[in-house]
């Protein structure tokens, strides 16, 4: 508004008209000596704020001289202030059609009004005219032309618009304080938000099914005489990251904190994360990948670009979490860019930034990593009427993607939580999840045991672990392939094989049932062999490829915890080929796991290999995903004499 303002306090002051026509207007010089006063009058109450008064003494003028175009162009500005812009607009017609080349000043003021009415349209319009007034060297010039570019793509996003449809959270969420920041466990059952009571901020949680929300509650763990803010939830329910201010063991004025749900389902005291990812600045905003491997955050320490930059950090066993690296200027600007949110599909960011052409002071944004690339691709606005002139808060978007959370006044004092189904085009890629419930084989009771997830796509792995009850929840993108490990001390691990690299679609839920078997137990009997479903060979040969060497691993690992048991390898094929080509195939393949049991260390009389050919097959030969499945290394356990 000051902007606004600034132009018609120069329009009225202007000693001399820049007009070359003919004068249909009643400049300030021409005015008796009683109307001179009044105008002067009137110049020093709007000075004063006193607007109704000031407009009454213009009347005056204007009733004695109503083409006194000053007065006029001094009332647009104060009924601007008063936000009547449709008055405001009234008046610096008049103007116009008293003298159009007055004053370029004019036609700015009118751009600035229009926007102010939502006609973005005329506003371009106008700011086009302003511009072709101006010199080049003009101070404003440039500014003009930010907001003629801004008005047009406005207007080109209000004749487009994109689905949007926003339904508030049930009453049990929404309540007449305000909740924000909302944040979905990978399956959907647990919803967690901020909700400020008399400035205080707290992270509630509620449990929740397909059809409801359950009643809200506290996690009181982490509560404190303190804020607890915006906070980021990993997806498997199990690591809370958030934002602590002004804290005694903090090292800015906001850092961040986390905490981890024990195998009870309550929550670690808060810890510091540390210097390593605070800095003496700010730090806020957290969103964590889905593996739990990479942090990402908003933070105003050295080294950002704008007022506040989105900046990531990478967390290994070895090293822990890494030096924050700012994500470069594809997604950062001069400006601010913060509220990220990492989808579980690790490709996908969604946040919001004040410093790119937009709707609003601050727009909603897309970017996806290109992997190939190694780099963000341009942001995506995600358009009108999601993003609208005021200011939008971060989003959260469900593991499925359809879904998306957000926070907004929508025109009231307190601020709530809404929901909308995310239109295709700036969508994540495609992510379900794995739910997992172990047991023991032979007392049938739950297991607390690790989880451990290797992406063969990236060379990389996550861990998770079951709770009391032997369940956990894991996220997995599609496009990858996936080994995943059971294993407990004590115990014959499990394993099995995700090949989601051809599945471009949203696909149901996994849901695994792994019974353990404890070697420890004299009962115990092994009769059949278990398959090591992680265990691949290159084409035709009996090279293995790299992402065996986990499973291998696990394998010598096992076998030096449990010295009184042996191991025999057994190789199978498929029925491509001979009978024998597929024999010294699968003994092959046998033979290059048994080598690489002894290079672990494991006593070569513990170990024996033999290949089976395609004479033991556990499923058909006539499809590729029998065939596959039938192309396999087993091991069998035996008790040593």
């Known amino acids: 508004m000051r902007i606004f303002y600034l132009a018609i306090l120069f329009i009225w002051s202007c000693a001399t008209p820049q007009s070359f ?8 010089s021409e005015l008796d000596k009683k109307h001179t006063n009044k105008f002067n ?16 003494k213009y009347d005056e003028v204007l009733k004695k001289y109503p083409n006194t175009i000053d007065a006029i162009l001094a009332k647009s500005g104060i009924y601007f202030r008063l936000k009547d812009f449709n008055q405001a607009e009234s008046m610096l017609l008049s103007s116009i059609k008293l003298d159009p080349e007055y004053n370029e000043e004019v036609y700015y003021s009118l751009a600035l009004v229009n926007e102010q009415q939502g006609e973005y349209s005329e506003a371009v319009q106008y700011m086009t005219r302003y511009l072709s007034m101006v ?14 570019t801004r008005y047009e793509f406005i ?16 009453d049990q969420i929404n309540t007449e304080e305000s909740e924000y920041t909302p944040g979905v466990s990978a399956d959907g059952s647990e919803f967690y938000f901020v909700r400020r009571i008399r400035g205080q901020e707290d992270i509630l949680v509620s449990y929740r099914d397909s059809n409801s929300y359950g009643e809200p509650f506290l996690v009181e763990e982490i509560l404190s005489m303190d804020n607890e803010g915006v906070f980021a939830l990993s997806a498997d329910g199990r690591t809370l990251i958030f934002t602590g201010c002004n804290r005694r063991d903090g090292f800015g004025s906001c850092d961040l904190y986390y905490s981890r749900k024990n195998k009870y389902g309550g929550w670690s005291t808060p810890s510091n994360m540390g210097p390593v990812i605070n800095s003496p600045a700010w730090e806020s905003q957290p969103s964590l990948s889905a593996d739990g491997t990479t942090l990402y955050f908003a933070s105003r320490r050295l080294g950002s670009i704008g007022n506040s930059d989105i900046w990531k950090s990478e967390w290994t066993r070895e090293e822990g979490w890494s030096n924050p690296e700012n994500i470069g200027g594809m997604i950062n600007t001069t400006g601010s860019d913060e509220t990220p949110f990492i989808h579980p599909d690790g490709k996908t960011l969604y946040f919001r930034s004040d ?4 709707i609003g002071k601050f727009d909603l944004y897309m970017s996806r990593y290109d992997e190939d690339l190694g780099a963000w691709d341009i942001p995506v606005n995600l358009g009108y ?18 879904t998306a959370f957000y926070s907004s006044d929508q025109g009231k004092d307190n601020v709530d939580i809404y929901q909308f189904e995310l239109y295709p085009e700036v969508r994540p890629f495609p992510t379900t999840y794995a739910r997992i419930q172990v047991t023991d084989s032979l007392t049938g009771a739950p297991l607390e045991v690790d989880v451990v997830i290797d992406n063969h796509n990236k060379q990389s792995f996550s861990s998770s672990y079951t709770d009391a009850q032997g369940m956990a929840l894991v996220a997995l993108v599609t496009g990858n392939n996936y080994g995943l490990t059971i294993e407990k001390d004590g115990y014959l691990f499990y394993s099995r094989n995700f090949r989601l690299d051809t599945i471009a679609t949203a696909i149901d839920p996994i849901l695994i049932k792994a019974s353990l078997l404890p070697l420890e137990k004299e009962e115990v009997e092994i009769e059949k062999p278990i398959v090591l479903n992680n265990i691949f060979f290159e084409s035709g040969s009996a090279i293995l490829q790299d992402i065996s060497m986990p499973e291998i691993q696990r394998l010598t690992a096992l076998l030096r915890n449990n010295l009184n048991y042996n191991v025999t390898i057994i190789g199978h094929t498929d029925d491509v080929g001979s009978d024998e080509d597929n024999l010294q195939l699968s003994s092959e393949r046998a033979k290059a796991v048994y080598l690489k049991l002894i290079e672990g260390g494991i006593s070569q009389n513990r170990v024996t290999y033999v290949g089976k050919g395609e004479n033991e097959p556990i499923a058909t030969n006539e499809t590729p995903q029998g065939r596959q499945t039938n192309r396999r290394t087993e091991f069998l356990l035996t008790r040593r004499g």
Do not use: W
């Open 41 to 56: 009058e009137a110049r020093a109450l709007q000075r004063q704020g006193k607007n109704v008064k000031a407009i009454e």
């Open 155 to 170: 207007a080109e996003a209000i004749k487009n618009p994109v689905p949007f449809d926003p339904i508030p959270l049930p």
């Open 135 to 148: 010199d080049r060297s003009a101070k404003k010039r440039d500014r003009a032309v930010e907001l003629k």
């Open 355 to 358: 410093g790119r052409v937009g």
């Open 21 to 28: 026509v003919a004068q249909q207007y009643t400049p300030i």
């Open 385 to 402: 009427p999601i993003n609208t002139r005021d200011n939008e808060g971060g989003l959260t978007v469900s593991l499925d993607g359809t």
